[in-house]
């Protein structure tokens, strides 16, 4: 009889099983003595389990992403045929949640908002019924007030959640002295004061036609944010300089410390050497604070300043052009134009040159909020709207600066 060897691994099926695939997957049918042999495979039905189980779970994934698939799909059919443009969404449908609803508001009131709407906007803490502008409103505003309180634009800036913000500073330093090798030792103690800036609030209201929040293509959003930035601005720019009273910040020019270098004549610059003014300005500011200093002038005493020649012949002032930008500088400084400065007369201070970061403080308490009033004007087909902010500012450290003043001595 011819022998063909097994050539079965190890732990394989038994030589008297017959293999029936059509009927069972795994294992094998009886003996020829009809018994059944012991499952062979436990682990592979374990894993062909557990496969299995991931298969179905990762077709549920798939199947509910495509659900809600379909569903926004459907949503933005919707939306489009309710806008009657075939194939294409909204303009506005970019926006965020919290512009949609921002832009509601202004335009039809809270009672036109969904409750989800009415939870994207922060409810102003201390004003029944307004809302806090939301981010991106905020942010245009404060863009818009730099172009008319140009000292917000130099000088420092942080937020505060408090009705008055204290700075500590030193009064006094440390002395040392040149002491022998067993000699006692002096001592000294430095001394501290503090700054207080209390916050202040501007308020203003806008009044705008019914007609006008129910034109669609208008921006009206952006047209409050540049009358609100206008209004506060120019008020900020007046009090920052000139503030006085229990009701606005201490102004920099109303501060009695404040470091001032002479005209050397009664009513205006000298008609010799008019340069050497600036030049002594110039250095009479520390080196820590001149080399982030600006100068700050109205558009009168800037030009005539513009006028001034060194011992050269050389005009004071130059232009240079950065990205086609020009960029006036006096010594090097650059120069900013602050209306509310005084023209050059008696006993004035036309111009400051100083370090506002460093001089300088504002504390923004309130950006801004907004109150919609649709009933007080309702007759004449008006809606108002009431802003406010909140805001503290003041002088952080008066030898920062060296104000030119106008007098003879």
Not at 282 to 296: D, E, F, I, K
Request: hydrophobic share 45%; proline share 6%; glycine share 8%.
């Amino acid at each position: 009889m011819l022998h063909i060897p097994d050539h079965r691994p190890a732990g394989s099926f038994p030589a008297n099983a017959v293999r029936t695939p059509a009927r069972r997957k795994i294992g094998w049918e009886t003996r020829d003595d009809g018994t059944s042999p012991p499952d062979a495979a436990p682990e592979i039905r374990a894993a062909l389990d557990e496969l299995t189980g991931t298969i179905e779970t990762r077709l549920a994934t798939v199947d509910t992403a495509l659900t809600e698939f379909r569903g926004r799909l459907d949503q933005a059919e919707a939306r489009a045929a309710r806008a009657g443009i075939a194939g294409q969404l909204p303009a506005n449908e970019g926006e965020t949640v919290e512009r949609r609803a921002w832009n509601g508001f202004l335009r039809r009131g809270r009672e036109s908002l969904t409750a989800d709407e009415v939870r994207s906007l922060r409810l102003a803490d201390d004003t029944a019924g307004g809302f806090l502008a939301i981010d991106q409103f905020v942010a245009e505003l404060l863009r818009n007030v730099v172009q008319f309180s140009p000292i917000r634009q130099v000088a420092r800036v942080a937020n505060t959640s408090s009705q008055a913000v204290l700075l500590p500073k030193r009064t006094g330093r440390l002395t040392a002295s040149w002491v022998g090798e067993t000699a006692g030792r002096p001592s000294t103690e430095p001394t501290y004061g503090q700054n207080r800036y209390p916050v202040h609030e501007l308020a203003c209201y806008v009044d705008v036609s019914n007609a006008m929040l129910e034109d669609s293509s208008l921006d009206i959003a952006s047209e409050l944010a540049f009358d609100f930035a206008e209004e506060f601005g120019r008020a900020e720019a007046a009090a920052f300089l000139n503030g006085s009273g229990p009701l606005q910040p201490a102004g920099l020019l109303t501060d009695t410390g404040l470091p001032v270098t002479l005209t050397g004549a009664a009513a205006a610059f000298p008609t010799t050497s008019p340069a050497d003014v600036l030049i002594t300005a110039y250095h009479a500011l520390a080196p820590a604070y001149r080399a982030n200093a600006v100068w700050m002038m109205n558009s009168n005493t800037l030009a005539t300043v513009r006028k001034f020649k060194d011992s050269t012949g050389n005009y004071l002032l130059a232009t240079a052009g950065i990205a086609n930008a020009p960029v006036t500088t006096l010594l090097g400084c650059p120069v900013i134009e602050a209306p509310d400065l005084p023209d050059i007369a008696a006993g004035v201070l036309p111009i400051l040159f100083g370090d506002f970061a460093q001089g300088f403080r504002i504390f923004d308490r309130v950006a801004l909020s907004v109150l919609r009033d649709p009933y007080s004007q309702a007759t004449n087909g008006l809606t108002r709207f009431h802003a406010r902010r909140r805001v503290a500012a003041g002088i952080a450290k008066s030898e920062a600066f060296q104000a030119v003043k106008v007098a003879a001595s």
